[in-house]
């Protein structure tokens, strides 16, 4: 099995700055793209920023400028840092990476248990 183990959530004021991360482990045979999600209280799950494996990002409009995703290959791990946080950045977080479990397994999207994060005075 795989298991994705996010941290670093946590309150922030206005203007501040947080750093998740999200660690893979288990059976991984290889990860593809990578990426981090977000859900508020009466939202829909939306994408922030999407990794490729070999360090392409992408982001979604309202956090470009604000958010840097990076990734260590080595480690497994992904990466989201987040400066200027805003109040509409509130939102559950969740990290998912496309993982392949051996080379007979197609890729299967796995997902972190969520962290939350808080902006507010």
């Known amino acids: 099995q795989v298991q994705l183990v996010e941290s670093g959530g946590g309150l922030v004021q206005p203007g501040g700055s947080l750093r998740l991360s999200c660690a893979a482990s288990?059976?991984?045979?290889?990860?593809?793209?990578m990426g981090w999600y977000r859900q508020a209280p009466g939202n829909q799950r939306e994408l922030v920023a999407t990794?490729?494996?070999?360090?392409?990002?992408n982001y979604a409009d309202s956090v470009k400028g604000r958010f840097t995703i990076s990734r260590d290959n080595a480690k497994n791990t992904v990466y989201l840092q987040m400066n200027s946080l805003k109040p509409e950045d509130t939102a559950v977080y969740y990290c998912?990476?496309?993982?392949?479990?051996?080379?007979?397994?197609?890729?299967?999207?796995?997902w972190g248990q969520g962290t939350q994060v808080t902006v507010s005075s």
């Open positions: 998912k990476s496309m993982v392949r479990v051996s080379y007979l397994h197609s890729e299967y999207p796995y």
């Open positions: 288990g059976s991984i045979f290889s990860i593809s793209a």
């Open positions: 990794i490729t494996s070999g360090g392409s990002p």
